[in-house]
């Protein structure tokens, strides 16, 4: 099944090539980076969420992807839970909206420690080098191991992914919503 045109939706810096990295390398697709558009680093609580959709919903009509990814709902950081409840406003299936799938993702020190549990339901084969290049221009955000945004953590995560899904390496994904 093809995802289409993607459109990744990021708090921060750094969070779409983690959530979805590998996928993009692989597929294709662009990048919104919510703190891009002004809005302060985990301070987004301070703005009208429909400030947030609105954006949101420029960037979707603009690109008009098939496919949205974004931060799961259960995120420990607030700016992700935040960013999450925007996209699935912006992502409501009307007519003729482009939308057809909303995924959600997983950020390494963020998803982990939320509430409950993560349950991915898709997974897209990646090659793990190509997440990491993705990667490299946010080195100062990288840890050292045994933190869970170590290089070590996010290649066994991908490599376990990809366990799961009879893969060698895979990025998962919660499915929010799936219209064929």
């Given at each position: 099944?093809?995802?289409?045109?993607?459109?990744?939706?990021?708090?921060?810096?750094?969070?779409?090539?983690?959530?979805?990295?590998?996928?993009?390398?692989?597929?294709?697709?662009?990048?919104?980076?919510?703190?891009?558009?002004?809005?302060?680093?985990?301070?987004?609580?301070?703005?009208?969420?429909?400030?947030?959709?609105?954006?949101?919903?420029?960037?979707?009509?603009?690109?008009?992807?098939?496919?949205?990814?974004?931060?799961?709902?259960?995120?420990?950081?607030?700016?992700?839970?935040?960013?999450?409840?925007?996209?699935?406003?912006?992502?409501?299936?009307?007519?003729?909206?482009?939308?057809?799938?909303?995924?959600?993702?997983?950020?390494?020190?963020?998803?982990?420690?939320?509430?409950?549990?993560?349950?991915p339901t898709y997974f897209v084969r990646i090659n793990f080098l190509d997440k990491l290049t993705a990667l490299k221009?946010?080195?100062?955000?990288?840890?050292?191991?045994?933190?869970?945004?170590?290089?070590?953590?996010?290649?066994?995560?991908?490599?376990?992914?990809?366990?799961?899904?009879?893969?060698?390496?895979?990025?998962?994904?919660?499915?929010?919503?799936?219209?064929?």
């Amino acid at each position: 099944m093809s995802l289409g045109k993607i459109l990744v939706v990021g708090s921060h810096h750094d969070d779409a090539e983690l959530m979805a990295g590998g996928t993009l390398a692989r597929l294709g697709g662009e990048i919104l980076v919510m703190t891009d558009l002004g809005f302060e680093d985990q301070k987004f609580d301070k703005y009208p969420i429909l400030v947030l959709n609105q954006k949101i919903e420029e960037k979707i009509a603009e690109y008009q992807p098939e496919t949205v990814i974004t931060h799961w709902w259960g995120d420990a950081n607030q700016d992700h839970a935040i960013v999450n409840k925007s996209v699935n406003v912006a992502c409501r299936p009307t007519p003729g909206h482009p939308v057809k799938r909303l995924l959600f993702g997983e950020v390494l020190s963020s998803t982990e420690w939320g509430a409950p549990a993560f349950k991915p339901t898709y997974f897209v084969r990646i090659n793990f080098l190509d997440k990491l290049t993705a990667l490299k221009k946010y080195e100062e955000k990288m840890r050292h191991f045994p933190h869970p945004r170590s290089t070590i953590c996010l290649e066994s995560l991908a490599r376990y992914r990809g366990a799961s899904a009879g893969l060698n390496a895979a990025e998962a994904f919660e499915i929010g919503r799936w219209i064929d």
